[in-house]
T-cell receptor
Framework: DQQVKQNSPSLSVQEGRISILNCDYT??????FLWYKKYPAEGPTFLIS???IKDKNEDGRFTVFLNKSAKHLSLHIVPSQPGDSAVYFC????????????WGAGTKLIIKP | DAGITQSPRHKVTETGTPVTLRCHQT?????MYWYRQDPGHGLRLIHY???????DKGEVSDGYSVSRSKTEDFLLTLESATSSQTSVYFC????????????FGPGTRLLVL
């Protein structure tokens, strides 16, 4: 039973436009949500996180929105750049479990020139 | 860069042989994690450690053991490798302002023939 779901395996976006990556979760006890970016043959790189007590967090071109009532979060990248082409993972933590990360399956983002 | 290295980076082995993967960190982090990543899945937790000689099981721990005799090293052992353990293995440490973020090593690609 997947607690964190990324329903879009891939997404293609024009360079300069907004990329929106989505993630749904089932466990209302999660404390934090994180987004990671992964290039082939490399480890995941941390992008941005949000606490469950907030509904928005912004860092440069990246903004994460959290809708707790819908158990949904999204990552917005504006403007999209060619270097953003990668696989993006959504992950969640509940602190009582020793901060174990629960991961979605990932969405491959392709930025078209 | 969280100062995490993994060795070896690539390994090919035969079914039934023992394999040990090493994770080394230079920043004295207390928590360390081993994950595996397979196609169609996000990362899945194998084992984690919350201090020297303190370890616990994750979601997919069967067939794996770990040891942590020093803060800087976390070893993952496959006692008798099977083809189902062909995967990419990532080590991580826990950091961040409130300890919610994990930073990853570059990964070890393991092929069991």
């Amino acid at each position: 039973d997947q607690q964190v779901k990324q329903n879009s395996p891939s997404l293609s976006v024009q360079e300069g436009r907004i990329s929106i990556l989505n993630c749904d979760y089932t466990n209302s006890m999660f404390d934090y949500f994180l987004w990671y970016k992964k290039y082939p043959a490399e480890g995941p790189t941390f992008l941005i996180s949000i606490s469950s007590i907030k509904d928005k967090n912004e860092d440069g071109r990246f903004t994460v929105f959290l809708n707790k009532s819908a158990k949904h979060l999204s990552l917005h990248i504006v403007p999209s750049q060619p270097g953003d082409s990668a696989v993006y993972f959504c992950a969640a933590i509940y602190s009582v479990s020793n901060y174990q990360l629960i991961w979605g399956a990932g969405t491959k983002l392709i930025i078209k020139p | 860069d969280a100062g995490i290295t993994q060795s070896p980076r690539h390994k090919v082995t035969e079914t039934g042989t023992p394999v040990t993967l090493r994770c080394h960190q230079t920043e004295n982090h207390r928590y360390m994690y081993w994950y595996r990543q397979d196609p169609g899945h996000g990362l899945r937790l194998i084992h984690y450690s919350y201090g020297v000689k303190d370890t616990d099981k994750g979601e997919v721990s069967d067939g794996y053991s770990v040891s942590r005799s020093k803060t800087e090293d976390f070893l993952l052992t496959l006692e008798s490798a099977t083809s189902s353990q062909t995967s990419v293995y990532f080590c991580a440490i826990r950091a961040g302002q409130t300890g919610e973020t994990q930073y990853f090593g570059p990964g070890t690609r393991l092929l069991v023939l």
